[in-house]
């Protein structure tokens, strides 16, 4: 049994750029962490629209379990990168 699609999530987040990353070291010489525009999107609404999950979820048209998972996974990412020095990727 294959696991189920991927629901269509509705991402509204727009970015300029492909990377952040810590300035003077070249890009090659620091690790690359991805972000999708899914967490991108969930960040930006729970963390600065402060919208609850389930709100979040809503606009996104996914449920608030699944904000939920996104959301902890998006933070480890850019608390990883920021902690570390990792440059932030967006796919």
């Excluded at 810590?22 to 620091?30: A, D, L």
């Excluded at 690790?31 to 809503?58: N, P, Y």
């Amino acid at each position: 049994m294959s696991p189920r699609c991927k629901k269509p999530r509705h991402c509204q987040c727009t970015f300029k750029g492909k990377a952040f990353k810590p300035t003077g070291i070249p890009m090659s010489e620091v690790k690359q962490i991805s972000l999708s525009r899914d967490e991108l999107e969930a960040l930006k609404l729970c963390d600065l629209d402060d919208l609850t999950q389930e709100e979040a979820g809503s606009r996104m048209g996914i449920s608030r379990g699944t904000v939920q998972r996104v959301l902890a996974a998006a933070r480890k990412k850019v608390a990883e990168a920021l902690s570390k020095g990792g440059a932030i990727v967006f796919e």
